[in-house]
């Protein structure tokens, strides 16, 4: 296991919004997708883990974090459904959960120097029709990091500064991800972005300094004392103006980021059966009611008569709707009214409603069994129970 560098939730939610823009643009490629199981390997503090389980509300989100710090601000979002763990990406059982549907990581792996092998025992955990979808920084070859490095190769810690920063290259390019991902026998979807996020000018601290003081810097200021690591950033500030100069509209910082997303084959993702709504509900009557069904859904009800399907139309009975309740009445051989089977139908003023069916010499058994919720039984033009219910 790999010792992860303490996490700062405060100062690394300052660019929230332009940190946020890969992964609306990783998500965006997924498709239509129908997860049981999802995980968010590193996923910080949890405000991009809420989203995905707001975009599947019917599926069990995992969200799998090493940084306490993080993750207190994760396990504050109690708004959506998450199961959070503290564990970091090397110890994590993939498949322990079940098959895994969809397997994201966002600008994670840079951390997880071995993640090329442990890809492997992941992606092997992908259900059928499962997707992996990664985003790694690629910008390692930035002035940001190229002037780190710089400061720490000529600085008296070096030995221990260096390697420390040597950890977060870890992360390779599209190519590298096509490689992995296929010869794990996934079809993939692999691309680069180089994002120009212009930030605010005119603060005190370079804001490129304070962007990277919440990653990238990370190992620095663990590796020196407060001092020497003030005089770290100071030095760091000095190059860091020169390389992203303020202009008047702000400091342009081009950002390159790595994208890759791998489906496995097969499975049911997306085309699962599964009920999305309720078209109509059948009721029957005898051959020649159908006048008295109107009576009953157009003239106390209110509904509207809708036609029939000419092909339908000859076989008698009659359609109605009312907001998005719709009633097929269709003519039924030997038919004998339904005693238990119902249609149960949402109208906004059930007093009236029953005072207007008492009057047409209707019943109406009031149910109580049901707390906070009135309703009523009665018959229709036919005979059949026909459930009422006030809706707010
Ligand atoms: C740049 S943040 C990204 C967080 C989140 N995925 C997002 O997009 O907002 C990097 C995260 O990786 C986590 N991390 C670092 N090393 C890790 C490891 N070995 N396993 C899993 N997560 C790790 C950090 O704790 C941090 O929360």
Same mark, same amino acid.
């Given at each position: 296991m790999t010792t992860a560098p303490e996490w700062k939730p405060d100062v690394y939610a300052r660019f929230a919004r332009e940190r946020r823009r890969p992964f609306d643009d990783l998500l965006a490629r997924i498709g239509d997708i129908d997860p049981r199981i999802v995980v968010d390997l *590193?996923? #910080?503090? !949890?405000s991009l883990t809420v989203e995905l389980a707001r975009r599947w509300p019917q599926a069990r989100v995992i969200g799998i974090e090493p940084s306490p710090q993080m993750l207190a601000k994760a396990r504050a979002h109690t708004d959506a459904n998450v199961e959070w763990r503290e564990q970091p990406a090397e110890d994590w059982r993939a !498949? *322990?959960? !079940?098959?895994?549907?969809l397997l994201v990581t966002n600008?994670? @792996?840079?951390?997880?120097?071995t993640h090329r092998e442990l890809l492997l025992r992941w992606l092997e955990? @992908?259900?059928?029709g499962g997707v992996f979808a990664m985003q790694v920084p690629g910008n390692t070859a930035a002035p940001s990091h190229e002037l780190m490095r710089q400061v720490a190769a000529e600085h008296p810690r070096r030995a221990e500064l260096v390697p420390a920063l040597s950890r977060a290259r870890a992360a390779g390019g599209p190519e590298e991800y096509i490689e992995i991902l296929t010869a794990a026998g996934l079809t993939v979807d692999a691309w680069e972005t180089t994002y120009l996020h212009l930030l605010p000018a005119g603060e005190a601290e370079h804001p490129v300094l304070t962007w990277i003081r919440s990653t990238g810097l990370r190992p620095v200021e663990q590796t020196l004392s407060t001092d020497e690591f003030a005089a770290f950033t100071r030095e760091y500030e000095a190059r860091l103006r020169q390389a992203y100069p303020e202009r008047p509209y702000g400091v342009a910082l081009p950002f390159r980021r790595v994208f890759a997303i791998g489906r496995r084959a097969g499975g049911d993702a997306g085309t699962r059966p599964r009920v999305v709504g309720l078209d109509h509900v059948q009721v029957a009557c005898a051959a020649g009611d159908e006048d008295a069904q109107r009576a009953f859904?157009? #003239? @106390? @009800?209110g509904m509207t008569e809708i036609p029939k399907p000419s092909l339908l139309a000859a076989r008698g009975g009659c359609w109605f709707a009312g907001g998005e309740a719709v009633i097929h009445v269709g003519v039924e051989a030997g038919f004998t009214p339904a005693r238990k089977a119902h249609p149960c139908l949402l109208v906004p003023d059930l007093d009236t409603l029953a005072d207007r069916l008492a009057d047409a010499h209707l019943p109406v058994e009031w149910d109580?069994?049901?707390? !906070?919720i009135r309703r009523f039984h009665t018959r229709d033009g036919s005979g059949n129970r026909v459930e009422i219910q006030q809706v707010d």
């Open positions: *590193g996923c #910080g503090d !949890g !498949g *322990g959960d !079940g098959p895994i549907d600008a994670v @792996l840079q951390w997880v120097p955990a @992908l259900a059928p859904y157009v #003239g @106390l @009800l109580t069994s049901i707390p !906070g």
